[in-house]
């Protein structure tokens, strides 16, 4: 006789299915993009203006891909935690709302790096406390990834 044991093999540890990944993705591409396309802009500005153009503003479009590992970092937690396959619903919804905040976090980031670009063209040069801001930013998706580590059951 076939033996079909294979088919009825139970799979574990799916987590999240890589939602808390692929959402805080989403936001970092946007983020890295809103802040990206300030700084050719306020690069553009510098050079027209006779000013030397600030390599200091690729900080700025950086900082939103942070969210990729904090999302990378959560997924791995919620698929190490080995829940159940029938919490695996569960699992999802807590990797989108986790990811959708790091994405928020990733996007707002981008915006704050899109306004320092503009503000360092127009000669308000203060680049420590803009990257401090982005780091005010950056506090929410570790938080959410953290406390959302630190929330997960254990067997």
Same mark, same amino acid.
């Given at each position: 006789? +076939? ?17 808390? +990944? ?6 970092? !591409? ?7 396309? !300030? !700084? ?20 700025? /479009?950086? !900082? ?18 080995? +829940? ?11 990797? +989108? ?42 506090? /929410?998706?570790?938080? /959410? ?11």
């Amino acid at each position: 006789m +076939l033996d079909i044991t294979f088919l009825t093999t139970t799979v574990t540890g799916l987590g999240d299915m890589g939602m808390s +990944l692929g959402i805080a993705s989403i936001g970092s !591409a946007i983020g890295t993009g809103i802040a990206g396309m !300030a !700084a050719i802009g306020s690069w553009k500005k510098m050079i027209l203006n006779g000013q030397k153009a600030a390599t200091a503003l690729l900080i700025f /479009v950086g !900082a939103p891909l942070s969210q990729v590992i904090y999302g990378m970092i959560l997924k791995n937690a919620i698929a190490d935690a080995d +829940l159940a396959p029938d919490s695996y619903l569960w699992q999802i919804i807590i990797g +989108l709302i986790a990811g959708s905040a790091m994405a928020g976090s990733a996007i707002f980031q981008g915006k704050t790096g899109a306004r320092a670009c503009d503000a360092i063209a127009s000669g308000a040069n203060d680049t420590a406390k803009y990257i401090m801001i982005i780091g005010i930013v950056e506090t /929410v998706a570790l938080f /959410v990834m953290i406390f959302t580590m630190t929330g997960l059951p254990t067997q």
